[in-house]
């Protein structure tokens, strides 16, 4: 899924800060990195400024540049220097190795289909020293699993800087045999009741369970997979693991 102007700047006001708790989670994670971090799937700002603002050597990469742009006028904003790339996290290629690589706040869940996740775990591996670190953290939407809510429509409405109201409606469909869910979006700019802009896109969010995932990792070449934390954030709640990259082969 692509996030072009409206879906950035409705995800830009609502997700606008990481809490607390997650920036001072990350810092202390990162705290012996020596090297360059790279944070793929970056999005608006939301904990790249704040760990940019930190010390940190962090880079960013996603693949709107909308996003990448609200972040760079972030970083400009706070007189920071921020270097981004405009890729798909799986067709990642940059001329550089990492220490480590982060894909946080439940983004990894966003590549689809599964084939493509499997390719930019594969990718991100070959963008890691030797030893690197990858960070990557999954949820589980249990409500689709334990209650009957396979259907779930919202509706929200948001001011932004400029004063202009975005809506934003959301259908969402899941599948806990193919664990996903389908969410249609529609983002609506309105004046009074004018619609002036709309945008619309559908996200296909994945999950993978605790097994699944580190058979994945090991299966691709990563090591030492624990989990770092429970239940990070809000809406939804994280879990965060780390794992190694193993071996010098690609
Ligand atoms: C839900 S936002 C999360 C952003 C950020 N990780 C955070 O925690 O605020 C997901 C981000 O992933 C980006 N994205 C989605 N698919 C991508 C892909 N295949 N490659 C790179 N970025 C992608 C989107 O543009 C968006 O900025």
């Given amino acids: 899924m ?47 400024i704040p760990l940019l603002q930190s010390g940190f050597d962090i880079e960013g990469l996603d693949a709107s540049s909308y996003m990448l742009n609200r972040s760079r006028e972030r970083a400009e ?32 869940q966003l590549i689809y289909p599964r084939k493509n996740a499997i390719k930019a775990l594969q990718l991100v591996k070959c963008h890691l020293k030797e030893g690197g670190k990858l960070l990557i953290d999954i949820f589980i939407p249990w409500e689709f699993l334990y209650e009957d809510r396979e259907k779930e429509e919202f509706r929200h409405i948001v001011k932004n800087e400029s004063g202009e109201q975005i809506l934003f409606t959301r259908s969402c469909i899941a599948n806990k045999h193919k664990q996903l869910f389908i969410s249609q979006n529609t983002y609506q700019k309105l004046i009074g009741n004018r619609v002036i802009k709309m945008e619309k896109n559908k996200m296909t969010v994945l999950w993978y369970y605790h097994h699944e995932l580190v058979l994945l990792l090991q ?32």
């Avoid at 072009?4 to 202390?28: C, G, M, N, R």
């Fill in 219 to 250: 299966s691709i070449g990563y090591s030492k997979i624990k989990i770092l934390k429970k239940k990070l954030g809000k809406n939804p709640e994280l879990t965060v693991y780390e794992a190694i990259r193993s071996g010098i082969f690609c």
């Fill in 77 to 108: 904003k706070e007189g920071l220097h921020l270097v981004l790339y405009k890729q798909s996290i799986d067709g990642i290629s940059i001329n550089k190795k990492y220490d480590v690589i982060m894909i946080v706040g439940g983004s990894f």
């Fill in 2 to 48: 692509i996030y072009e102007d409206l879906s950035t700047q409705y995800y830009d006001i609502v997700k606008a800060h990481a809490l607390p708790e997650e920036v001072s989670f990350y810092q202390k994670i990162l705290k012996n990195t020596k090297g360059t971090i790279l944070y793929g799937m970056c999005g608006s700002g939301r904990l790249l």
